[in-house]
């Protein structure tokens, strides 16, 4: 069993840098594969990133290329998402998942969100 938190969102303007982070409980945490997703209002969730067990490998949803940086500490059981150069369109509740598997993951826990709200 794994829980997640987030924290670290916020109100920025465009073209602003926000850091999220999800601290996972339990011992297993450097064995998961961990994920960031999102979902604005009206809209279905997304994938925005996700990062191998090791922190070896990465891969992005395209609208993010560039921009947003994925990363894990295993030692702090501490995964990140580092998000520069924000559009309004990224104003989203922002979901840290964990699981196993690459390329496609199956993601079996997620926290509760934090609400990331960029203005123009």
């Known amino acids: 069993q794994v829980q997640l938190v987030e924290s670290g969102g916020g109100l920025v303007q465009a073209g602003g840098s926000l850091r999220l982070s999800c601290a996972a409980s339990g011992r297993t945490f450097s064995t998961y594969t961990m994920g960031w997703f999102r979902q604005a209002p009206g809209k279905e969730r997304e994938f925005v990133a996700v990062?191998?067990?090791?922190?070896?490998?990465?891969s992005y949803a395209d609208f993010v290329k560039g921009r947003f940086t994925i990363s894990r500490d295993n030692s702090k059981n501490t995964v990140f998402l580092q998000m520069s150069s924000l559009k309004p369109e990224d104003t989203a509740v922002y979901y840290c998942t964990a699981g196993y598997g690459w390329p496609r993951p199956r993601y079996d826990y997620w926290g509760q969100g934090t609400q990331v709200t960029v203005s123009s």
């Open positions: 990062i191998t067990s090791s922190g070896g490998r990465t």
